[in-house]
Each structure stands twice: as C-alpha cells, then as structure tokens.
C-alpha cells in the first residue's frame, strides 16, 4: 500500500486507505520539487540547510556592499554624537569612516595615549568621541603598542576628526612619518604646540607641511631626531611669524646655518632652549646680536662652542630683554664670558651656572659686579668656585640679590679670611646651600652675618657644621626665620633648635630636622613652647620617643598639619593617644618604619583619623 506524507510523522507518516492512480508533483517552497508515484513512500530530496544558511551567513550586510564613499555621505549627515558613536562601534571600517568626518567644535578636550594603549583605533575612537563634545585639543601619544601602535593611519584620522586640535606631542613613535605629520598640517591649521620626541621616521618634510600648514605654531619642541635639520627649521622660521617658544636638543643634523635662520626671521623668539648640538662660536654670536626678543636662554652641552661664543654672547648687546640664562656643562663659559654677559645682559634676573668647571671666583666677582640686576643665582658643580668668591659675591650683590643656592660645590672649603668692611647683602631672603661637604661653620657664620634678612634656609646635607657655626646666623637673622631645612646635618643638638625656636619661634612655618640624631625630646619642647605658627615639622631619624610626642599634643597653641616621624624607633603604642589628639588638626603623617609601633595600632590610627593622609 502507498503511504503520503501529512506532516504527522516525521520519518514514518502514516498510510492512505484510498489508491491514488495519479502521479503527484509536490512543490516545497521554492527551491524542492517532490515527484510522488501512487500508493508508494514519497521520496524526498531535502534541501542542504546548513549550506544554505552558511551561504546566508558568508553574504554581507547590503549596507556593507556599498562603497566608502556612499557610507561617507550617510554618516557625515548624523547630527547626534549618540548616533555617530554608535555608529562608529559597528566595526573598525565604520569606525574609520567616522573618524574622518570632521565637526566642527571649540576644541577644549585633552587625550594622552601611553604604551599598550597608543593604537590607531584608539586614535579613531578619540576623534569620533570629541567631536560631538568639545572637539579635540590637546593630544599626546607616549611610547606605541608594540604589536598594533600608532602608525600614519591614526594620525590621519585625527587629522580629519579633529581639526581644532592645538597641541600635539609625539614620543617615542618610530612606526609614525612624514605622511601622518602631513595630514596634520593639511587638517589641524589651528596647531599651535608641536613636541616631537625620539620621532625617528620624522624629517624635514614634516617640518616643511607643518610651517605650511600650521602658521599659528607658537611652541616648538623636538628632542632626538636623527632625520630633522636645518631645513625644516628655516621653514618655519619663514612661515610661522608667531612662534615664541623653541626647544632643540639632540639632533645630529642641526647645526649654524638652522639655528641662525630661526634667529634672523623669527623675530618674536622669547624663549629658547639648545642642548647637545652641533653648532658653534657662530650661532651664539647671532644669538646675542640678534636675540632681541628672548627672555629666557638655556645652552646645555654644547661642546664644540667656546669662549669666544660666550664672550661674543654678552658682547653683542642684542640680549637687552634677558631675564633668565641656564649653562649647562658647557666648557665655553670662563671667567671672560661671564664678565662679558654680566656687563651686555643689563635685564639679567636670573643666573644658573651648572658644571661649568672654568668658572673661578675671579669670574663670580666680576659678574656680581656687573649684573647689576640679578635676584637669582644658583651654582651647581662649579667647582672652582671657593669661599672667597661666595662671600665676595654677596657683599657685591648687596641691595639686588633674592636667592642664592649653592649645590655640590666642592671647592668650597672653610677657610679664616681676613674681609674687612665687606658690605651686608640686605636683599636676601632665601639660601640654599647642599652637600657641600667642605662648607662648615666657619663658612656658614661669614655668611650668616652678610645676610641678615633671611628668610628661608636650606642646609640639607651639610654634615660638617654644628651649633657653633649655626647660632651666629640664627642671631643675625633680624627678619624672622619662615622655612629651615637642616636635613642631615646630624652634629647639630638640641641647643641650636631651641635657640631656633626662641629667637624664630614667632615666625617659623617649616622646620626639618630629618637625620639630625643628636635632637630629642628636649627640642620638641621648645618647640611647643614656642612655635605659634609651626605647620610642618620633621623629626625623622631623630631620637624622638613617646614624651616628646605626649608634649607636643599638650601644647596649646601648635597647630601642625604635617608631622613626619619616620623612622623613630623611640616611639611605640603609648603615643597613640597623643597622635590621636594631634591628628584633628593633622592632614599628613608619617608613620613609617616606626618598627615600635604595632600594625594593629597603625590600622587603629587610620581608622580614627580619617581625614589624615597616614603613611605607615
């Protein structure tokens, strides 16, 4: 008996009572024709779904079917930032695409991309989510995802994504070149910072786009790169009229002739900063002929300039608006050259001479004479320097000078000098003077009397002075000692710090006594005693212990917020009470290596006083 199929069973439907002498053609949707004899089992041809749905799956969106430029036309007419992010998540094409639509915006918003996350889709996804808030201002990518980074592909969307940006820095993205820095300049006109750093597919093309494209650029940093030179820095010497602010260091092919141009057509320059170049006695010529506008000068490493371009720096006369000079490990600067800028820079306020080992107190002298409107000068590794020319300097300075800092100055050394009649320096309010091993109390004490409206002391390190050398510039300080720092200077004793708060007591806001061993308890008496305005204080590696601690939260007219007790093996849990007083006015403590004192009171602490930073 022939059987048919009804829908009943699946594999076996069930069997017709009537014959049918007819052959049946049964169709199936539109794709399966079913022949059928009478009174037999149908035999059906089943389609292949798994292809078939495979085949569905393998055939793309139609939208994804049209072109770039058709889906350009879609995207650029959302007006909403939802949409347009939305968009934008479909996929990395998409993401493209939208990237490259520019909005116009104000361009406020600030981006920094650094290591794993310096990608060109990160890069398209910040151009299309600025441009619907604020549009993109400020970018900066540091160091590059080593496996996908940042390549031309993700500075051209930010190109046409972002055409407000007004700053851009670049370090350490060797896959970035010419081309990418080109679309920037094509895109961004509003460019006004460019730092570029260890950019090493970078060269004097970019440079080229960039002054043609961005004449707003006011602010130039490139640091270590091998293929920028002269050329590229004439170009935006001749193009960018408003750039005031320039930074070279490190840049084997730069040399005179690009320095020289920057100086001759870029006549707003007012801030300039040359380190670790090939340029010599040439170029700082026409910088002090022709540096009319710069205020600030700073020439780090220049080995191949010498005296002679020093010399030629001051005598020029060009640098009349000087306001701050920096030299740095540059062996041109002699006791000549400084002379020699001392009596052409008539504007100079601020001096820093950092390893500039020809410098002798015989140059110091003669430029303090000089200078007659320096408040600032710091000196740093300039060995040559001794007692004489310090002191001297100081009675020349006399009405003028603010500051003085003396850093790793190993040529000076006490010595008993014989200076009658020098002149006290009435202007000085702030001296530092660290790890000068060889500066001890006799030097401190002629220091001390020509310098008696001091304000701020700084003689960290100084291991070689005591009480002895100490008191006489306490005495004489006639203004009231505001901020002292006597951090390693460990032979000093609780005598110098009590006289300290007696005398200053009225007027100290900071005092540090980190390492000072031979200071105990007895200071932090006088201290609380006499220290009305006192807000810092440091008695790390000192021999401080729980009385001393039990005194300072008695005292009623203290009012610390920062206390550093690192460090001191003397205190332990008995102090918790009293740290506990003191910490409702405290916003900072430092608790650790306070072995004495138990993790449990240490998380007790923390607990109760939880408006104050505890470092345990």
């Given at each position: 008996?022939g059987?048919?199929?009804?829908g009943?069973d699946?594999?076996c439907?069930r069997?017709?009572?009537?014959p049918?002498p007819?052959?049946?053609m049964y169709t199936?949707g539109s ?26 799956q393998?055939?793309?969106p139609?939208i994804?079917i049209?072109p770039d430029?058709c889906?350009?036309?879609i995207?650029r007419r959302f007006?909403s930032?939802?949409e347009?992010?939305m968009?934008a998540?479909?996929?990395k ?7 490259s639509?520019?909005k116009?915006?104000?361009g406020?918003?600030t981006r920094?991309?650094?290591g794993?996350?310096a990608?060109d ?5 910040i151009?299309?989510g600025?441009?619907?808030r ?8 540091r160091?590059s995802?080593?496996?996908c980074?940042?390549t031309?592909?993700g ?7 972002c055409?407000?940006l007004?700053?851009?820095s670049l370090?350490?993205?060797?896959s970035v070149g ?20 260890k950019?090493?597919?970078i060269?004097?093309k970019?440079?080229i786009?960039?002054?043609k ?5 006011t602010?130039?940093n490139?640091?270590s790169?091998?293929k920028?030179g002269n050329?590229g820095?004439?170009?935006i010497a001749r193009?960018?009229?408003?750039l005031h ?9 730069v ?12 006549s707003?320059l007012?801030?300039?900063?040359l380190q ?10 026409v ?8 205020i ?5 490493g220049?080995?191949?300039v010498n005296e002679?371009?020093?010399?030629f720096l ?5 640098l009349?608006?000087?306001k701050?000079?920096t030299?740095?490990?540059c ?5 000549a050259?400084i ?5 052409g820079?008539?504007?100079l306020?601020?001096?820093f001479?950092?390893k500039c ?6 140059g110091l002298?003669?430029f303090?004479?000089?200078a007659?409107?320096?408040?600032n000068?710091?000196?740093e590794?300039?060995n040559?320097v001794t ?5 001297a300097?100081?009675s020349n300075f006399?009405?003028t000078?603010k ?5 790793k100055?190993?040529g000076v050394k006490?010595?008993?000098l014989e200076?009658?009649m020098l002149?006290?320096c ?6 530092s003077?660290?790890n000068?091993?060889?500066f001890?109390?006799v030097?401190?004490a002629m220091v001390?009397k020509?310098c ?10 100084l ?8 008191l006489?510039l ?11 720092n006597?951090a390693?200077?460990?032979?000093l004793?609780?005598?110098?710090v009590s ?6 007591g009225g007027?100290?806001k900071?005092l540090n006594?980190?390492g000072?061993r031979k200071?105990?308890d007895?200071?932090?008496?006088s ?6 305005l006192?807000n810092?204080?440091d008695?790390s590696k000192?021999a401080?212990t729980?009385?001393?601690i039990?005194v300072l939260s008695?005292a009623?007219?203290l009012?610390?917020q ?17 740290l506990?007083?003191l910490g409702q006015?405290?916003v900072?403590?430092?608790?650790q290596n306070?072995?004495?004192i138990?993790s449990n009171?240490?998380s007790l602490?923390?607990?109760n006083l939880w408006r ?5």
């Amino acid at each position: 008996m022939g059987c048919e199929m009804d829908g009943d069973d699946e594999h076996c439907p069930r069997r017709s009572l009537r014959p049918n002498p007819l052959r049946r053609m049964y169709t199936i949707g539109s794709n399966v024709n079913l022949y059928c004899t009478p009174n037999k089992r149908a035999c059906i041809s089943t389609p292949d779904i798994f292809g078939i749905l495979k085949h569905k799956q393998d055939q793309k969106p139609s939208i994804e079917i049209l072109p770039d430029e058709c889906l350009y036309e879609i995207f650029r007419r959302f007006s909403s930032g939802k949409e347009r992010s939305m968009c934008a998540c479909v996929s990395k094409r998409w993401l493209v695409l939208m990237a490259s639509i520019c909005k116009a915006e104000d361009g406020y918003l600030t981006r920094c991309l650094e290591g794993k996350k310096a990608t060109d889709v990160r890069l398209a996804a910040i151009a299309v989510g600025t441009s619907t808030r604020g549009g993109l201002g400020k970018l900066s990518v540091r160091g590059s995802n080593s496996v996908c980074g940042v390549t031309n592909l993700g500075l051209s969307a930010v190109a046409h994504g972002c055409p407000f940006l007004r700053s851009l820095s670049l370090w350490n993205v060797s896959s970035v070149g010419n081309k990418g820095l080109s679309e920037i300049a094509k895109g961004c006109h509003m460019l006004e910072k460019l730092d570029l750093c260890k950019a090493s597919s970078i060269s004097n093309k970019s440079l080229i786009a960039i002054a043609k494209g961005c004449p707003n650029l006011t602010t130039l940093n490139i640091e270590s790169c091998p293929k920028i030179g002269n050329d590229g820095l004439q170009a935006i010497a001749r193009c960018c009229p408003k750039l005031h602010c320039i930074s070279i260091k490190d840049c084997p092919l730069v040399g005179d002739h690009g320095v020289s141009s920057l100086l001759l057509s870029a006549s707003n320059l007012s801030s300039v900063k040359l380190q670790d170049l090939n340029i010599t006695d040439s170029s700082l010529a026409v910088i002090g002929h022709y540096g009319k506008a710069i205020i600030n000068l700073v020439l780090c490493g220049l080995q191949n300039v010498n005296e002679r371009g020093f010399w030629f720096l001051g005598a020029a006369q060009g640098l009349q608006n000087l306001k701050s000079l920096t030299v740095n490990s540059c062996r041109g600067v002699t006791d000549a050259s400084i002379e020699a800028i001392g009596k052409g820079c008539t504007d100079l306020k601020q001096m820093f001479l950092y390893k500039c080992c020809f410098v002798s107190d015989n140059g110091l002298v003669a430029f303090s004479k000089a200078a007659g409107s320096i408040d600032n000068l710091r000196l740093e590794e300039c060995n040559s320097v001794t007692q004489f020319g310090i002191v001297a300097s100081l009675s020349n300075f006399k009405t003028t000078l603010k500051s003085l800092t003396l850093v790793k100055c190993m040529g000076v050394k006490d010595i008993d000098l014989e200076v009658p009649m020098l002149s006290p320096c009435k202007s000085l309010r702030y001296l530092s003077i660290q790890n000068c091993p060889g500066f001890g109390d006799v030097s401190l004490a002629m220091v001390g009397k020509l310098c008696p409206q001091l304000q701020n002391v700084d003689l960290t390190g100084l291991y070689g002075i005591t009480d002895t050398g100490l008191l006489p510039l306490l005495e004489n300080c006639v203004a009231g000692l505001v901020k002292v720092n006597l951090a390693g200077c460990w032979n000093l004793t609780d005598k110098v710090v009590s006289e300290l708060a007696r005398l200053h007591g009225g007027t100290l806001k900071l005092l540090n006594l980190d390492g000072c061993r031979k200071i105990t308890d007895a200071s932090l008496v006088s201290i609380a005693d006499n220290c009305l305005l006192l807000n810092d204080l440091d008695v790390s590696k000192c021999a401080i212990t729980d009385t001393g601690i039990a005194v300072l939260s008695s005292a009623r007219q203290l009012s610390l917020q920062v206390l550093s007790l690192s460090n001191c093996s003397g205190i332990t849990n008995k102090s918790v009470p009293f740290l506990t007083k003191l910490g409702q006015n405290l916003v900072g403590l430092n608790l650790q290596n306070c072995n004495s004192i138990g993790s449990n009171t240490v998380s007790l602490l923390v607990e109760n006083l939880w408006r104050c930073d505890i470092l345990p």
